[in-house]
């Protein structure tokens, strides 16, 4: 059984960490002054201490097309837990991540991983990846946008934000109806690959837009689609973050082991 967590983690923020600069200015259309769009794409993030999720996740590659779901508790700022279950109820993995570390419970396999927070940046290419980043990430807060150095360009439904640089082309969509993020696209050319994270059915969590329907798309040498649907959000409701190492589980100190091939 693949080790679900990183195979979202490394999709999911190789979207994300992409940010937008060097480039001049410019909308196009008469009902909305530049100034305008650049004050509401920078609107304050959603607020909240604490958060809870329930989220059913599909990930499909061409070989496997495997379902789980998932369990998301954050402390802002200091703590994320993630559980992932087979479909059955069985759960496959435990992971918690702070600003310093990441553990990971393979309960499949019975292992147990702790590495440095380096290590996800390790795994996921980015090595601006942070602790903050990957929450704002989980809640959707993540645009990461120089919008006084950036190219804007009014479409029929939306605001466009497009750049290249080093033969890296990144497309950014907001919806111009209420200026939440509808698609972000890179394309490395040089090395013919392609990324692309889509947000929908956005809905009121407290007063701010929450999308509850993600997708991502990574076309490489391996092809894979991931489907996020949240079904259950809460915020500011303490939470709990049990993380037990069974006496029978064996450490891997080195992170690069495939437990597969045990």
Known sequence: ???YFFVLLSLVTIVACKTVHKTKT???GEKTPTAEVLQKLQQPDIPYTWFFA?????IVDSKNDNTVNAVIRMKKDSVIWISLNALLGIEVSRILITPDSVKLLDKFNKRYYRQPF??????TGMPQLSFNLLQRIIMGN???LDLKNALIEKTDSSYQINTTENQIQNIIWVNALNFTLAKKQLKNKVINQSYEMSYADYRLLT????SY???VKLE????YTINIEYQKVTLDEPQRFNFTVPEKYMEVKNASENPEKK
């Open 54 to 58: 329930k989220a059913k996740i599909q």
């Open 142 to 144: 993540d645009m990461n």
């Open 220 to 223: 490489a040498k391996d092809n």
């Open 1 to 3: 059984m693949k080790n």
């Open 207 to 210: 007063d701010k837009l929450f």
């Open 26 to 28: 410019r909308v196009e």
């Open 118 to 123: 380096a290590y996800v940046q390790q795994i």
């Open 213 to 215: 329907k993600r997708k």
